[in-house]
């Protein structure tokens, strides 16, 4: 996992794309997965930028994008900002926007090796994975109805695209 944040602006193509290759180096200590990784994201500019799509391409990921105006589909991600925001930020001190991005590395390290999940059986993201890869675990249910999510938009999308730009 990495992440991006800034105190001013937006956030740019090249920082996604720097965190991209951030994630993959972290995870995988190569350029480039060994295989296909579907990266999810929403649908904002930087992300589906064409020369961020290429960079994925280029390392091995699979741009996946969240439906639009469709919440449901990006809850993983709303349930972490919560949990980070509620068991971190509001129980630390943060007199301004920058003493919050110095901490944002310190409580991610925390959020993944020793903060429990319920959805991962009451254990950390890096337990639940040494779990799995020891006793070859099915992943959480989770995960499937991501990739079904990711999939299935990925399948419907031109058909929403047109569907809008006809008054359907």
Known sequence: MAWVGTSGGGISGEMIRDMMLDCVERR???LRAPQPVQWLADNGSAYTAWETIDFAVALNL????????SPESNGVC?????TLKRDYVRVNPRPD?????????EWFEDYNIVHPHSGLRMR???EFIAAQSANHEVL???WGQ????CSSHMRRA?????ARRYGR
């Open 28 to 30: 995988f200590d190569a």
């Open 62 to 69: 699979v741009a996946c994008f969240t439906p639009v105006r």
């Open 78 to 82: 709303e349930a972490s900002v919560k």
């Open 97 to 105: 926007a920058i003493s919050v991005l110095r901490r944002l590395a």
């Open 124 to 126: 950390s993201p890096r």
């Open 140 to 142: 959480p249910v989770w």
């Open 146 to 149: 991501l990739h079904r999510a």
């Open 158 to 162: 031109p058909a929403r695209r047109s």
